[in-house]
């Protein structure tokens, strides 16, 4: 008869293993974490506010909830992160880095629900890549410092995602597709394409291709997400839908698209310079290209495989949504397009990234090699994108005008936009907080809601006149009043769309 004990020995080994493998997990999962929140800890304490902040911290203002319903409704977006802005605005003040925080955290916590999700990829390694990809996005860095919401909608997508895959396995998930899905709706808008998307996809695998298991389930958490949704979008939606207010962004077209696709992950390549924009434009076309290839597979030798349900969900969530979201915006303009508003589709082109490197076949080592070497690539460009001014760098404009203001200049401050937000937002802002004593603050000049001066302005008293601007047309009335009564004009560019124009009297 055998001697048991060998048999009996190998469980406990089994079990330390395991745990040996969970330590080992938790200790990456952690450097990751810790990599994604040293990168954004430090974009955020060095980027430079811009317009759109400013509009956020408009609402993030309001003195009451009351007035900050009732001015929402006026604007094209729905409540929840300015809400959270404003509880921390109330909480902690006004510093930067204070109202930074609910959008940093939001871009770090999407860290963790790729690692989760990507539990079902071949290997830890390609774990560690998928979720590489995300913490090293620096389209994911630059959401993660701004004052807008579109780093929220990006988790809410991850978390949605992550929920629906467990309901579809059978592994619960249903309280946190129901979360999610309320989280999103009030996050921003285009979480309705998310779900346009996403929920016929789920039905539709759920059942053709796990034999019915969770259909049910995704029933009842949408409807009870539906009706939780249901005040806001009776309420606020259908005035902010009646308005015609202008989306942020809505140009679209095949190659903006793609464009937007190598964003998700590679965002100001030309930050590289000559030769680094062609390694950060050969890494987005590899990471495309392991994507590609994962969704091929899925779609040819892999359809009838045990995980191939969600997989084909996430390569609907990484190429369906920015398509189905471009063409809405192509036929109807004021749904608007931008990479911010498809940023969520990062996420799962990340893991079908890492499965496209990590699969078995033809040129694994090359791929694998492929795979860790884009994910590098990724972190190293978001290191540029720490150091870089960014598109609007208002605090070195209004740093430049104090560094040089004397008694009897002046200044205007306007901003390209409806005047539903207050103007001069990035002067208001920096000048009482970067004025340093003894120095002076020129005087403000009002002008009108055409971009005018006033009738009766004065401008003989001002020895010299700022202009600070974001995109202000070079014929607005402003500026012809400036040239016509001062000779010298100094043009300096702050960022990629800050202008501060000197206007001075000759000597």
């Not at 029933?219 to 009776?234: I, T």
């Not at 990234?353 to 699969?359: S, V």
Request: aromatic residues 10%; contains cysteine; hydrophobic residues 55%.
């Amino acid at each position: 008869m055998p001697d048991p004990l060998p048999v009996l020995d190998r469980a406990p080994r089994e079990v330390k293993l395991t745990e040996m493998r969970d330590r080992r997990d938790t200790g990456i999962l952690l450097a990751l974490l810790l990599l994604a929140l040293a990168l954004r800890v430090a974009n955020a304490w060095t980027a430079s506010l811009h317009l759109d902040d400013f509009h956020s911290l408009h609402h993030a203002r309001a003195a009451s909830l009351a007035e900050f319903f009732a001015v929402l409704r006026q604007d094209n977006h729905p409540p929840l992160f300015f809400l959270l802005l404003h509880g921390m605005r109330a909480l902690f003040g006004e510093h930067e880095f204070v109202l930074r925080l609910p959008a940093l955290l939001c871009g770090v916590a999407t860290v963790p629900l790729v690692w989760r999700i990507g539990r079902r990829l071949p290997s830890r390694a390609a774990r560690v890549v998928a979720t590489l990809f995300v913490a090293g996005s620096s389209l994911n860095l630059e959401l993660s410092a701004d004052l807008r919401m579109y780093s929220l909608l990006t988790l809410a997508v991850a978390g949605w995602l992550d929920a629906a895959l467990d309901v579809l396995e059978d592994e619960g998930g249903a309280g946190r597709l129901t979360l999610w899905s309320v989280v999103g709706l009030h996050t921003h808008y285009h979480f309705v394409h998310v779900l346009v998307v996403l929920v016929p996809a789920a039905l539709t695998l759920a059942r053709f291709h796990v034999r019915g298991r969770g259909t049910r389930t995704l029933f009842r958490a949408l409807a009870l997400a539906a009706l939780l949704c249901l005040p806001w979008y009776a309420w606020g939606f259908r005035v902010q839908l009646a308005h015609g207010l202008a989306p942020g962004g809505a140009a679209t077209s095949p190659w903006i698209l793609v464009e937007g696709l190598v964003h998700m992950v590679y965002l100001n390549l030309r930050l590289g310079g000559e030769y680094g924009r062609l390694v950060f434009a050969l890494a987005a076309a590899v990471f495309l290209g392991l994507t590609a290839l994962a969704v091929a597979r899925l779609l040819t030798r892999e359809r009838g495989a045990p995980g191939a349900p969600a997989w084909l969900l996430l390569a609907l969530a990484g190429f369906l949504i920015p398509a189905w979201s471009a063409l809405v915006a192509a036929l109807v303009p004021r749904a608007g397009f931008e990479w911010r508003y498809i940023a969520g589709a990062g996420v799962p082109l990340a893991l079908l990234g890492a499965r496209g490197a990590f699969q078995d076949g033809a040129l694994a080592s090359l791929r694998r090699a492929g795979g860790v070497l884009a994910a590098v690539a990724a972190c190293a460009l978001c290191v540029l994108n720490v150091r870089d001014p960014g598109r609007e760098d208002n605090r070195s404009a209004v740093r430049a005008v104090l560094a040089l203001a004397r008694e009897g200049d002046g200044i205007v401050a306007p901003d390209w936009q409806p005047r539903l937000f207050p103007h001069s937002g990035a002067w208001n802002y920096y000048a009482p907080r970067l004025r340093l004593p003894g120095e002076v603050q020129p005087v403000t000049i009002p002008y009108t809601d055409d971009f005018a001066f006033p009738v009766g302005t004065d401008l003989a008293r001002f020895q010299r006149v700022f202009f600070l601007g974001r995109s202000i047309p070079d014929g607005v009335a402003i500026l012809r009043s400036l040239r016509a009564e001062f000779e010298e004009v100094r043009v300096e560019q702050h960022g990629y769309s800050i202008y501060l124009i000197v206007f001075e009297r000759r000597v």
